[in-house]
């Protein structure tokens, strides 16, 4: 599945998505320093917006316009 990137990182995505999920706010992971590694929560996030995407597209297009504005 080709898929587009909505945003600059994997961060700003983790929080679109707390935006429209707020249950999953505690988890959203930070931003680590150069020398630390990924948070392994990051891989929640993007399985998430894969989840969204196949579930309906439509809805995923909606909220970009959203954010957008």
Sequence with gaps: MERIQRFANKYEKAAALAKQFPAIEPWVPTKPK?????????ILFEALSLAKEIIDPAIVDQSRMLSDN
């Design 34 to 42: 150069l020398w630390q590694s990924e948070p392994r929560n990051c």
